[in-house]
């Protein structure tokens, strides 16, 4: 009998630990160094707070990383199952797992992004919490299209709207730090694309992600708060959207800021082509030849296909051929283990060709981006690739500034593709001077 009490003793202290374990409260701040990465230490905050039904909610902040860190990513995963606990990121692609240890202030685990590297979290304390100082605004949401509402920032300040477009992954959030240094001269907002961050996300089918598509929401967005004629500021792919605007609807806005965003999606130049572009609108017109569709009877496309679209394809698979051999894939097992979400996709294949815009422009572009470490122990290697990258961002400039007249374009060299990160003082500078011109 004795043994028989020890062992439901025993049975019951177990049972309650682990009642004890799943009624643990994670919400609050957790902090973790991300290290053994390329660069610097990197410090990770979890905000976890209660969700209103069952579970929680997070975000992740990486606050040695402003602004794009600073902005918050939005968990959609978090669970906690007895001791295991998970989260994920769907834009970029993140993951952790790991064991909530007894004491219920730590957890142990494997982050996976870029890498994956082992990171330990610590339950934040008045005495331990690292400070960070979050962007202030607030946020609405708006609709365009049916069951589709966008996130709007407004930053504040008064004069001329302008509007900051986010690039391909990012949202709004993104210039959290950067877009209120115009708020004493402009009214701010910021836009976040459908598909991503706290906007709606439509199925993820080219037609709801088209370039137009895309502008479209934008203009939505325009009307319902009554802007009149903004300046619309986009970094990356957030150059198809102003140029649908710039092309399409000219008298809506004032002038338009690409930053380092005036790649082929932006403006197409015709004489040069582009890969992706090109090999989407040779798709479409294979579908219809096979399938049926569109407004060309078969010959006619077959014309087109044999003068035009096929020989444009070859051209951008001999540049690929070349971009290649002087940045060949890493070695297999090496492989960025980050792959484009469906949504990613949807937009890069609403690409389209625009051609015409007749508005004032200011475009930077980093000639050459700035260097990474690739080739670092092969110095003949690298040289061919600067070269390569140093001709072809040159090529981009040339084209974008002779082909739309009222753009002025100012290289920044070896800036990155954030530009606001590494040339931020360039760009406030040329961006006010640019500003004070705009009727």
């Given amino acids: 009998m004795n043994m028989i009490r020890s062992w439901i003793i025993a049975i ?56 794009v860190g600073l902005d918050g990513f939005a968990l959609n995963l978090i669970a906690l199952q007895g ?43 008045r005495e331990t919490q690292w400070t960070f100082e979050l962007p202030k605004h607030s946020v609405s949401f708006v609709s365009v299209d049916k069951d589709v509402k966008l996130e709007v920032l407004d930053f504040g300040g ?30 701010v907002y910021g836009i976040t694309r459908r598909g991503f961050g706290a906007s709606s996300a439509p199925v993820p089918a080219s037609g709801n992600y088209s370039a137009d598509r895309l502008g479209d929401d934008i203009l939505a967005v ?32 004032s002038g338009l800021v690409y930053l380092d965003a005036g790649y082929a999606y ?34 006619e496309l077959v014309q087109e296909l044999l003068q035009n679209d096929l020989p444009r394809v070859e051209k951008g698979l001999r540049k690929e051929q070349e971009r290649i051999r002087v940045r060949p894939a890493p070695p297999k097992g090496q492989e960025n283990p980050v792959r484009a979400s469906a949504v990613d996709k ?49 090529t981009l400039a040339k084209a974008f500034e002779s ?14 593709h954030f530009v606001i990160q590494t040339h931020e003082a360039d760009v406030l500078r040329e961006m006010r001077a640019f500003l004070n011109t705009l009727r």
């Fill in 12 to 67: 019951a202290f177990v049972m309650m630990s682990v009642c004890a374990v799943n009624a643990q409260d994670i919400s609050g701040d957790w902090q973790g160094t991300l290290k053994g990465g390329q660069g610097p230490d990197l410090r990770l905050v979890l905000r976890v707070t209660k969700n209103d039904g069952a579970g929680w909610k997070g975000t992740l902040y990486s606050i040695d990383q402003p602004p």
């Fill in 83 to 125: 001791t295991d606990f998970k989260f994920s990121v769907e834009s970029p692609r993140i993951s952790f797992e790991g064991k909530l240890a007894a004491s219920g202030n730590s957890i142990e685990g494997t982050w996976k992004g870029v890498r994956t590297l082992p990171l330990e979290w610590r339950r934040a304390t």
């Fill in 158 to 187: 008064t004069g001329r709207p302008m509007i900051f477009l986010a690039g391909l992954g990012s949202t709004a959030h993104v210039f959290d730090q950067f877009a209120p240094k115009f708020s004493a001269t402009h009214h």
């Fill in 222 to 253: 325009m009307v319902t708060l009554k802007l009149d004629r903004p300046v619309l500021v986009g970094h990356s792919i957030a150059g198809e959207e102003m140029s649908s605007i710039g092309s399409r609807h000219p008298e809506n806005i």
């Fill in 266 to 299: 932006a403006y197409y130049d015709s004489s040069q082509g582009n890969f992706l572009i090109d090999a989407i609108e040779l798709r479409k017109k294979l579908e219809q030849l096979m399938f049926g569709g569109g407004q060309k009877t078969p010959l």
């Fill in 346 to 394: 949807a937009v890069l294949e609403g690409q389209q060709k625009y051609t015409d815009i007749r508005i004032p422009i200011l475009a930077f572009f980093a000639v050459p981006h700035k260097p990474d470490n690739v080739f670092e122990d092969d110095p003949a290697a690298r040289a061919r690739l600067e070269a390569w990258e140093l001709a072809r961002m040159e």
């Fill in 403 to 416: 082909g739309l007249p009222s753009a002025r374009v100012v290289r920044l060299p070896n800036a990155d």
